[in-house]
């Protein structure tokens, strides 16, 4: 049974997804962060960054005890490998699948973000910071546009890569990014979405957090207020 610690972000799909594709058995522990449920010492024992998602593998490969992880590019590289499923088995490709994953992790999730960040939720409107991520969002998805020419996905066949990447390719319109530019890309992302798995994921989200509302002053605050105090409490 895999614990799964999550809330409907980005990042916490991207763990639904693998899990609806691996036919894993999962239960839902739902952390609301925007009421601050991230920093309940029960989250925090397993998630230190008080960070969604993390995962308790109650039954690791080697019958130890229970595995806690934390990081959405560290609970699908745990995953793929502890199935055999979902990332290369040789040498080249798992590397591939690897650095992609990585790429996801340290580019288009964080330059997404901080897109959602300035175009949406920011208290007052910055010009030069929303012209600086809509325009790295746009480079990145040439990027990836550009790696699935002739590739039906990211390294070929279904990967913990295309997991990660495709949860923040899913709000392109309000990274206002539009996907007439990015041909390979919204082929790609029309595949994934279409993915039995992908559905069931969105559908688990919807059940959790049924018509999500906008952000209210009180959530900004305290998701985009955090400082060394918050984790020091």
Known sequence: MIELYYWTTPNGHKITMFLEEAGLPYRIHPVHIGKGEQFAPEFLSVAPNNKIPAIVDTAPADGGEPVPLF???????????????????????????????????????????????????????????????????????????????????IVGEYSIADIACYPWIVPYAAQQQDMADFPNLARWFEAVRDRPATQRAYARAEEINPRAKPISEEEKKLLFGQDANTVRR
């Open 71 to 153: 990081e959405s590019g560290a609970i699908l590289l745990y995953l793929a490998d502890k199935l055999g499923r979902f990332i290369p088995q040789d040498l080249r490709g798992r590397q591939a699948c690897v650095q992609w994953l990585f790429w996801q992790m340290a580019g288009l999730g964080p330059m997404a973000g901080q897109n959602h960040h300035f175009v949406q939720y920011a208290p007052e409107r910055i010009p030069y910071a929303m012209d600086r991520y809509v325009k790295e969002t746009s480079r990145l998805y040439a990027v990836l546009d550009k790696q699935l020419a002739g590739r039906e996905y």
